[in-house]
C-alpha cells in the first residue's frame, strides 16, 4: 500500500530531476551568427567576434539575462542553421517578403541602402536604372538577398550574375576585371574592401537600388520558443529606449 510517505522519496527525486534538466536548458547559450563585414560584424586581433551589431547583441542578452555565444561565419552557413537548428539566431538579416514567414523577428537591429558600384575608371559605365545593366556581369554573395533580389529581375549565374561565398572574393573579382560591378551595402563599403586588401578610392556608386529592402533584424527559426523571442524583443526595446543602443552605434561612428 501506497501512502504519502512512501511516496516522498520518488517525488523529490523526480521533481530534483526535472529542475537539474530545466537548469540545464536554460544555462545552454543561445547562438547568434553573422558575416564578416566590419564595422558591424566581424573577428577583431585577439580572435573574438566584434563590432557594432556584435556589441549590441551583448547588450541584448545582458538585458535579457541570457547566455549566449556570437560566431563570425559564411552568411550561407549561418542562415541555413539558423533556419534549422533551434535557439541559433542570424542578427544582421534582411527583412524581405520571402523570408516572412520562415523566421521569427526578435527586432530591428539598423537600415542599410544598396547600390550597385564599380571601379572609377570603368568611364564606359552609365546606369540610370537596373535594366541598364545589362550586358554587364554583376557580382554579390551568394545566399544574400541580394542574388534573389537580381534572379528575380533576370539576372543568370554563369551570365550575367557572379555569386562570392566571401566579400573578399568578390572584391578580388571586381579589381581584376572578372566582374563590372558589385550590389552591395553601400554603409560598410570602405572597410568591406579595405578588409578584403583594396583601394576603395578606387571604387564609386553608379546605381541606388530604391525597391531593395533595407532593414536589418535579429531572427531565429521557426523552432526556438516564442518566450525567448519575445525576452530579447523587449531586451532591445529597453536598449533603444535607454540611449545605450545609440551610444553604440555612436561608437562605431554609424
Sequence with gaps: MFTFKTLMPKLFIL??????????????????????????????????????????????????????????????????????????FLFSLLKTPNREQQ???????????????????????????????????????RGYHSAN???????????????????????????????????TNYMALDRDIKNAGFDERKVIPYLSIKDFPNKLNIATGLATSDNIVQRLSKSLVILKKSGRYQEILNKYQL
Design 103 to 141: 523566421f521569427k523577428w526578435v527586432g530591428e537591429t539598423y537600415r542599410s541602402y544598396a547600390v550597385l558600384v564599380g571601379l572609377k575608371s570603368r568611364g564606359d559605365i552609365k546606369l540610370s536604372s537596373l535594366e541598364d545593366v545589362n550586358p554587364l556581369i554583376v557580382g554579390t554573395i
Design 149 to 183: 533580389f537580381l534572379v528575380d529581375n533576370g539576372f543568370k549565374e554563369h551570365e550575367d550574375l557572379s555569386l562570392s561565398v566571401t566579400s573578399k572574393h568578390m572584391w578580388a573579382m571586381l579589381f581584376n576585371n572578372r566582374i563590372d560591378l558589385v550590389l
Design 15 to 88: 521533481l530534483c530531476a526535472l529542475f537539474a534538466g530545466t537548469c540545464f536548458a536554460l544555462q545552454k547559450p543561445l547562438i547568434f551568427l553573422a558575416e564578416d563585414l566590419p564595422p558591424y560584424h566581424f573577428i577583431n586581433n585577439n580572435g573574438q567576434a566584434d563590432g557594432a551589431l556584435v556589441e549590441i547583441v551583448q547588450a541584448v542578452l545582458k538585458q535579457a539575462k541570457l547566455p549566449g555565444k556570437i560566431a563570425i561565419q559564411p552568411f550561407a552557413r549561418g542562415y541555413q542553421a539558423a533556419k534549422a537548428q533551434k535557439n541559433t
